[in-house]
């Protein structure tokens, strides 16, 4: 079975270029969840989706990060402008219910120059 | 607790030695526990999950143990293999609060 699928997995662009990140959750899962993982902090949530409607997302840095799920197979996360302090890896996860563990894709490991 | 890590623990073994990673978690009133196994250049990836009414549960070669009182959560890895060389996280959730994810622990596995 497929997992949780990202794009793209590398990205390097310069400060002040919107930066955006795709996922593609598991089939059925109704949860999405975006992190962001820098060896300061770990793994943060910065939103989470539940039936394509976001929650929660206290976690949302700032105003220039936006996300949306326009799909049940489709969600992504927007950076505009992006800033350097912006590099970390994103990952996406998803889960079949809220009690379900969550599974991940392989990230995108962002650089902002 | 919340996830902080700057210098992770490390923990290094011989292949074929038993390993046990230790975590200890903040909330007493947490009732969700999960490990993560998370290689470089890769996602977490799911290895076992406890739920607050269990005190152990087992998976191929792992084992997870709940100790309530002392807040303290347990992932033993047997007959390790260099395979198992990765960074382990454990995780916590109350109810519908969301996933806390621990600092995270190396395991480095030598041949």
């Known amino acids: 079975d497929a997992g949780v699928i990202q794009s793209p997995r590398h990205e390097v662009t310069e400060m002040g270029q919107e930066v955006t990140l795709r996922c593609k959750p598991i089939?059925?899962?109704?949860?999405l969840f975006w992190y962001r993982q820098t060896m300061m902090r770990g793994l943060e949530l910065l939103i989470y989706?539940?039936?394509?409607?976001?929650?929660?997302d206290s976690g949302m840095p700032e105003d220039r990060f936006s996300a949306k799920m326009p799909n049940a197979s489709f969600s992504t996360l927007k950076i505009q402008p992006s800033e350097p302090r912006d590099s970390a890896v994103y990952f996406c996860a998803s889960s079949s219910d809220w009690s379900q563990p969550q599974h991940f894709g392989d990230g995108t490991r962002l650089s902002i120059l | 607790g919340e996830s902080v890590g700057l210098h992770l623990p490390t923990l290094s073994v011989q292949e074929g030695d038993n390993s046990i990673i230790n975590c200890a978690y903040s909330n007493s009133a947490s009732d969700y526990f999960i490990w993560y196994k998370q290689e470089s250049g890769k996602g977490p990836q799911f290895i076992i999950d406890i739920r607050s009414n269990m005190d152990k549960r087992q998976g191929q070669r792992v084992t997870v143990l709940l100790n309530k009182t002392v807040k303290h959560l347990s992932l033993q890895i047997a007959a390790t293999q260099p395979g198992d060389s990765a960074v382990y996280f454990c995780a916590e959730k109350r109810g519908f609060q969301k996933l806390v994810f621990g600092t995270g622990t190396r395991l480095l596995v030598s041949p």
């Open positions: 089939s059925g899962h109704d949860y």
């Open positions: 989706f539940n039936n394509n409607v976001p929650i929660d």
